[in-house]
């Protein structure tokens, strides 16, 4: 991809921006009772079954958490408690961000507005975004579009707020299944896939891969 200057840079947050530690929060809360092998399914389970619960009509991000760690729980023959999704969803606001995003991200909104659309309550996502080190145009939420990524209308709530179209932005995510897909059908030719090491590439979609952020300015030119 040549240097592109959007209008805007969306971002997905969490995994992305955010150290999203679900796995750390799985491991604390279930690590004594499975061994290693058990506990690599039981994450990668609960990571699958939060995209499966994000994928019919809006609720509550604490019903996701609960929804799928209870079937996670019963998919490995662990006790489910109501409260252990209790714990797991009022860590979400305390994670910071990796390393490597305040630099990057304080480079780049010199220049070009930042965008946050996230699977978020509103109630979360500020703290979070505090954290961040860097000014955003906007921050929008699954709860204010009422539908979480990787629907369309998440990504489509977005442009109707920004006023803007699919090739006025530049989306950056460290997840094609949750962003980087949806935001090629929706025509967003611009993306940007941050190699976290969450999923496999996938060309086909056609991005710009970056290690970190810190690999950011220089998509843009800067």
């Known amino acids: ?13 969490y995994g992305t ?38 994928m019919g009509a809006w609720k509550p991000y604490a019903d996701v958490v609960h929804n799928s760690l209870s079937r996670t729980c019963k998919a490995n023959g662990v006790t489910f408690k109501d409260e252990d999704a209790k714990t797991i969803y009022e860590r979400v606001p305390t994670w910071g961000p990796h390393a490597d995003v305040p630099a990057g991200l304080a480079k780049v909104a010199k220049e070009i507005p930042l965008v946050i659309l996230s699977n ?5 996502i500020m703290s979070n975004v505090e954290k961040l ?3 955003f145009h906007k921050v929008y939420t699954a709860e204010q579009s009422q539908a979480y990524k990787p629907r369309f209308q998440a990504f489509e709530y ?3 707020m920004l006023g803007c179209g699919p090739e006025d932005v530049l989306h950056c995510s460290s997840s094609f299944r949750y962003d980087l897909m949806s ?30 952020i810190s690999g950011l300015p220089g998509v843009v030119g800067l």
């Open 1 to 13: 991809m040549a240097p592109f200057r959007p209008k805007y840079i969306s971002f997905d947050c």
């Open 17 to 54: 921006l955010i150290n999203f530690d679900m796995a750390g929060a799985a491991d604390d809360l279930y690590g004594d009772q499975l061994d290693e092998q058990a506990m690599q399914k039981f994450k990668k389970n609960f990571a699958a079954y939060r995209l499966d619960e994000v």
């Open 120 to 124: 978020a309550m509103n109630s979360q």
């Open 133 to 135: 080190g860097a000014p």
């Open 158 to 160: 977005m442009f109707d």
């Open 183 to 212: 935001a090629h059908d929706l025509g967003i030719e611009n993306k940007v896939w941050v190699n976290r090491g969450h999923e496999p590439a996938n060309p086909y979609y056609g991005y710009t891969e970056i290690a970190d």
